[in-house]
C-alpha cells in the first residue's frame, strides 16, 4: 500500500506564491508518474502538472510559466512551486502517484486560495 500525504496549500494573495509538497509513503517500489490535479468550484477536474520518475513534465497551458513541478526521486516526494497566482487558481488540488503494476494512489486533498 502507498499513502500519498500533500501539504503547503493555504490562503494567498492575487500575485503572490505557494509551494505545494507530496510524499508518497510506504510500499515505493514502482512509483511512476506523479502530479497535481486540481478542481476549482464549480469545474470539472483537470491535471495542472505531472512529473515522470525520469523528469520529464508537462503542464496545463493555464499554468505554464508561472507554476515549476520538481521532483526528490531518494524520497519519492514532488513540489508544486506556484507563482504570480491568480483567483482562478483557487482549487483544491490532488497530488497522485502511479505505481506500476498496481493503481494510482491520492491524496486527500490541499485547498489553495488565492484573493484579490
Known amino acids: 500500500q502507498v499513502q500519498v500525504v500533500e501539504s503547503g496549500g493555504g490562503l494567498v494573495q492575487r500575485e503572490g506564491s505557494l509551494r505545494l509538497s507530496c510524499a508518497a509513503i510506504?510500499?515505493?517500489?514502482?512509483?511512476?508518474?506523479m502530479g497535481w490535479y486540481r478542481r476549482a468550484p464549480g469545474k470539472q477536474r483537470e491535471l495542472a502538472a505531472t512529473?515522470?520518475?525520469?523528469?520529464?513534465?508537462n503542464y496545463v497551458d493555464s499554468v505554464k510559466g508561472r507554476f515549476t513541478i520538481s521532483r526528490d526521486n531518494a524520497n519519492n516526494t514532488i513540489y508544486l512551486q506556484m507563482n504570480r497566482l491568480k483567483t482562478e487558481d483557487t482549487a483544491v488540488y490532488y497530488c497522485?502517484?502511479?505505481?506500476?503494476?498496481?493503481?494510482?494512489?491520492w491524496g486527500q486533498g490541499t485547498q489553495v486560495t488565492v484573493s484579490s
Open positions: 497522485y502517484a502511479v505505481r506500476a503494476f498496481d493503481r494510482t494512489y
Open positions: 510506504g510500499d515505493i517500489y514502482r512509483i511512476n508518474d
Open positions: 512529473i515522470t520518475r525520469s523528469g520529464s513534465t
